[in-house]
């Protein structure tokens, strides 16, 4: 009698799983005014700024995701980030050097401006209007060690000088794993 119970919450906790990662599931278009081929992830893994203690503010949230561009057969990758302010500590600008460094297990990993192909449709979609976008470079060793990383944080230069740090809501990993896989970025 209870067997069926547990199957059945079993099969939940897998499909619920199944959801957090297919909601980032990875996705690949051919951009009509370029002819390039982008894949992304169909959402941006979102982040929250940690640390946040008042009542009344409204928290920052910042969006990453993986991209990688292929111009017959000439592939680069990089990453976009997208910053929407709520109304407590306000970021400096994130496309300066040094302003914005991903947090992993084996170290602070400081990103790189770059400068994005010109397309006629982004890979992502900006959040909030009023907030920052920006890309850095990237390469499959750097992908490989993000995805890697059980902890993934999100550190960029206050408009202050100090850190704001943004958490993931969900645990990166799963996301992060499957669309190495669906580009052929693993270091098999």
């Not at 169909?42 to 982040?47: I, Q, Y």
């Not at 994130?94 to 170290?107: N, R």
């Not at 990237?138 to 992908?143: V, W």
């Not at 944080?153 to 896989?181: E, H, I, M, Y």
Request: aromatic fraction near 8%; glycine fraction near 10%; proline fraction near 7%.
């Amino acid at each position: 009698m209870h067997a069926p119970r547990f199957l059945i919450l079993v099969l939940a906790a897998g499909l619920g799983a199944c959801a957090s990662t297919t909601s980032h599931a990875p996705f690949e278009r051919l951009d009509d005014d370029t002819g390039m081929t982008v894949a992304g992830l169909t959402a941006p893994l979102e982040f929250v700024e940690s640390g946040l203690l008042s009542v009344n503010k409204h928290a920052s949230f910042a969006y990453l995701g993986p991209v990688e561009w292929d111009r017959m057969g000439e592939i680069t990758y990089g990453i976009w980030l997208h910053i929407a302010p709520g109304n407590d500590r306000q970021v400096a600008d994130i496309d300066g050097p040094a302003a914005v460094a991903l947090v992993l297990d084996d170290g602070e990993l400081v990103l790189q401006p770059a400068t994005p192909p010109k397309l006629g449709k982004e890979a992502y979609t900006p959040l909030v209007p009023w907030g920052r976008t920006a890309y850095f470079q990237a390469t499959a060793p750097m992908l490989r060690r993000i995805g890697a990383s059980s902890g993934l944080l999100v550190r960029c230069r206050g408009a202050d000088g100090a850190a704001v740090d943004f958490k993931p809501d969900q645990n990166s990993k799963p996301v992060l794993t499957t669309f190495l896989q669906a580009r052929g970025i693993t270091g098999d």
